[in-house]
C-alpha cells in the first residue's frame, strides 16, 4: 500500500467515524451541536440541517488533526522528511482508535 492510500483510508475512518456520531446522537455530537453558537458564525445563521452538517465535519475534522499528533512526532524523532508506510500506518491506527474511543464514550 502507499501512504496516499493510508491516508485515504484515514480520511475515511475520521469521516465514517463522524457520520456515526451524527447518525445516533451521541453525547459528544449534541454537545458540539449545543456549543454551536461558540464556534459557528452568527452571520451564516442558525440552520439545523446546516449546523449538524457542520458539527459532522468538526468531528471529523478534530479526529484527523488529533490522529495526526503520533505520526507527526514518528517522523520527527525518526528524522524522516517525507511521509512513509510507517508514519502513514500510525496516522491511520490513531484514527481507527480515536474514533473507537469517542463512539464508546459517546453512546455509554
Known amino acids: ?31 458540539i451541536l ?3 453558537p461558540l464556534w459557528w458564525p452568527e452571520i451564516f445563521g442558525y440552520y439545523l440541517s446546516v449546523l449538524v452538517y457542520a458539527s459532522s465535519l468538526l468531528i471529523a475534522t478534530v479526529t484527523l488533526m488529533l490522529s495526526g499528533v503520533p505520526a507527526a512526532l514518528y517522523e520527527r524523532l525518526s528524522g524522516t522528511r517525507q511521509a512513509t508506510i510507517t508514519s502513514m500506518t500510525i496516522w491511520l491506527v ?15
Not at 94 to 108: C, E, K, M, P
Request: proline letters at 2%; hydrophobic letters at 65%; one cysteine or more.
Open 34 to 36: 449545543a456549543a454551536a
Open 94 to 108: 490513531s484514527a481507527v482508535l480515536l474514533t473507537v474511543a469517542g463512539l464508546a464514550i459517546g453512546f455509554a
Open 1 to 31: 500500500m502507499t501512504p496516499q492510500t493510508l491516508f485515504v483510508l484515514t480520511m475515511g475512518i475520521c469521516l465514517a467515524g463522524s457520520l456515526l456520531h451524527m447518525i445516533g446522537g451521541s453525547l459528544m455530537f449534541r454537545i
